[in-house]
């Protein structure tokens, strides 16, 4: 019995140890670029390109609410001359799943040139869209589009790959799956962690040409 209730409290304290390391990490990642993160477009800094990060595509190329909102927020940018071009990094891994291009439709439809569009079809995690931005489209100068969950992870990663972008925040919308996509974050910030401190490379350093 005495070594059940040990087994009992040392598992109660891993699970204690495990939250306070998972908060933890995500206060220092928040504080780390709080200074880099907009949510008034008015107090913004312009920037020569908007990042926009890549999140699903529906079979018929529809924008997932959480990627619309990315996209249109980038866009109000784009109208206001905040940003003067787009960087679309998404997942096109298959000919039958393509984020980016759908993202390039929908701006097209909205009226922006083709000419101010860069894609990035081998944005295939956060870490692998912010280290193409600038090792692969020498991006210097840039917003990072994307929800507030999402923005503290994206810039910290690249704050530490030298790319000294700042972020703005899409529609603070509510999604049906925002607490699984905040609990999907926090552990994401141990995959981030990882990838800097082993310095990894991204999924493919080439720049694909449709």
């Known amino acids: 019995m005495k070594l059940f209730r040990k087994l009992i409290l040392a598992f109660a304290l891993f699970v204690i140890i495990g939250i306070l390391i998972i908060f933890g990490l995500e206060a220092y990642i928040q504080k780390e670029t709080s200074n880099l993160i907009y949510s008034e477009i008015t107090e913004l800094p312009s920037a020569k390109t908007g990042i926009i990060l890549g999140a699903s595509v529906h079979a018929d190329g529809k924008l997932s609410p959480i990627l619309q909102d990315r996209v249109e927020t ?52 956060t870490y692998d869209s912010m280290f193409r931005a600038k090792a692969v ?12 969950f999402h923005l503290p992870r994206s810039l910290y990663i690249a704050k530490n790959l030298d790319a000294s972008y700042r972020g703005f ?31 990894q490379k991204p999924t493919t350093l080439e720049n694909r040409i449709d």
């Open 169 to 199: 925040e899409a529609a603070p919308l509510a999604y049906t799956s925002s607490e699984t996509i905040k609990r999907r974050e926090q552990l994401a910030n141990f995959k981030a962690i990882w990838e800097l401190i082993t310095n």
């Open 137 to 148: 489209f020498e991006i210097e100068d840039a917003i990072v589009i994307t929800q507030k």
């Open 74 to 125: 980038a866009y109000q940018l784009y109208q206001q001359n905040k940003i003067e071009n787009f960087l679309i990094s998404g997942d096109h891994r298959t000919d039958d799943y393509d984020e980016v291009n759908a993202i390039k439709n929908y701006l097209i439809e909205k009226g922006v040139s083709a000419q101010d569009i860069i894609l990035d079809h081998s944005g295939f995690d």
